[in-house]
């Protein structure tokens, strides 16, 4: 007997066994000892014999047991895990084998059944369509009592109660490329990655898959749907990630992933007392700022050519401003950083000049500025100290943006006095200064002479 013929008695085989054991078949899901766990994209299931099935969101299977059957000539009979399908998708995943240890039969609405055999095997129930798909070794698939096999790479579908199939090569591998393989998080500035892909035959869409890389291995983050061959990534923490992409076509079976391309975003933790304003982070003299995920990057500074390995920290240029550039060893791809001295200058004026008391009304108007000349926010701190002569006068600032104003009390006694107006940043480093001398009233010039 030829292995064709032997192959097309097994599957015969199949019907009779399968409605003799669904007769009595009435245990549960929760009744067979499984492992599931939730992952961004549904649920993970590991069956007795390590079978893994990917349950998307909203899949119902109502039952669950274990069967023998005999899927190859000259092979022992296989444990199978025979799961009833009611709604939704499952991907099916088996170690390939030339003599399996475990096999997965679906049974599905409209007596549309399937065995996975190993490798990637998918199953789709949608209100009008039953979709089965080889997508990466073979499987077995059958309307009613008809069983043929379903070869690696062909996706087979059943509409209505029609028993004569459809059938179309499962999608193919597109490539990825992505724009800016070297991205900065710096502070609430998260990045966005953009990637495309090639154009795959007959594709519906495109899914791009965000793995993050691990001491463990790759860690799926998210996947992001592109209609069309472009797709954005937001929201990604720094950190090294492998971006892959695969074809969909309107059944939802999709294509093997394709090659992994590299994206790292490197992150930027500022220290206490830093700020990030206008396109550069504004540092104390002594200020540090920490790199994450930085490391294996080569960095320099301002225009050199010259690159080293990148540091864990950066800071100023002994006290003045810079520039740091990092990139991946051998590319040209760079990010770039500002650092500037957190220098908080206060342009202190008092008026009116040649004042003398009580007849003036002083007025101290304080301008702030930062290194660069520009106005700073007002959510830059600042403490401003009017003395007069040696005492500590009360006052109340009223500060607008990067300008603060106050008048100062007029104080008891005959003078002279001297008033000195002291500005310090939040850290205690003075700013600006000025003072003035004030004459007593008039009366008292005069008699003086």
């Known amino acids: 007997m030829t292995r064709r013929v032997i192959a097309v008695a097994l599957l015969a085989a199949l019907p009779t066994l399968l409605s003799s054991h669904f007769a009595s ?165 998260v990045p966005t990655a953009r ?24 860690e799926l983050v998210r996947r992001v749907d592109a209609r069309g061959t472009v797709g954005d990534i937001a929201g990604l923490r720094p950190g090294q990630y492998q971006i892959t992409a695969r074809a969909l076509d309107s059944a939802g079976i999709f294509g093997p992933e394709s090659p992994g391309s590299a994206l790292r975003v490197v992150g930027v933790e500022l220290p206490e007392g830093a700020r990030y304003e206008s396109g550069a982070i504004l540092l104390g003299t002594r200020g540090r700022v920490k790199l994450m995920a930085a490391a294996g990057l080569e960095a320099s500074y301002g225009q050199s050519a010259h690159f080293v390995p990148a540091p864990d920290t950066v800071g100023l240029s002994r006290g003045e401003g810079t520039i740091v550039r990092l990139r991946e060893p051998g590319t040209v791809n760079e990010v770039r950083v500002g650092l500037e001295p957190r220098t908080l200058r206060a342009d202190v004026e008092i008026s009116p000049k040649h004042a003398h008391w009580p007849d003036d009304m002083i007025e101290v108007t304080v301008n702030l500025f930062d290194a660069r000349g520009h106005a700073v926010p007002e959510s830059v701190q600042v403490k401003a100290t009017v003395l007069v002569n040696v005492d500590i006068a009360d006052v109340t600032w009223m500060r ?24 310090v940043d939040e850290f205690g480093e003075a700013a600006g200064r000025d003072f003035m001398e004030v004459a007593g009233p008039a009366a008292e010039r005069l008699s003086a002479r």
Request: net charge positive.
């Open 195 to 218: 990637a495309s892909t090639s154009i795959v035959k007959d594709a519906d869409h495109y899914q791009l898959s965000v793995w993050r890389l691990t001491d463990k291995g790759n």
């Open 25 to 189: 078949a009435t245990e549960t899901l929760g009744s067979v000892r499984t492992n599931t766990a939730s992952t961004a994209d549904g649920t993970v299931t590991t069956l007795p014999g390590g079978a893994i099935l990917h349950l998307a969101p909203g899949t119902k299977i109502e039952r669950l047991r274990v069967m023998k059957l005999l899927l190859a000539a000259g092979q022992p009979q296989t444990a199978t895990q025979v799961v009833k399908l009611v709604a939704g998708r499952v991907d099916i995943e088996i170690p390939l084998s030339k003599a399996p240890k475990t096999a997965v039969l679906l049974q599905m609405p409209n007596k549309v059944s399937a065995v996975a055999k190993g490798g990637h095997s998918t199953a789709i129930v949608a209100a009008n369509r039953i979709t089965v798909a080889a997508v990466d070794g073979e499987m077995l698939a059958a309307s009613g009592n008809d069983w043929k096999p379903l070869p690696s790479g062909l996706v087979r579908g059943f509409v209505g109660r029609d028993p004569t199939p459809l059938e179309h090569p499962v999608p193919g591998v597109p490539s990825v490329a992505i724009a800016q393989p070297l991205l900065l998080s710096l502070g609430n500035d």
């Open 400 to 423: 607008s943006e990067n300008l603060m104003h106050t008048f100062i009390p007029r104080p008891h006694g005959k003078g002279p006095w001297v008033v000195r107006v002291e500005v």
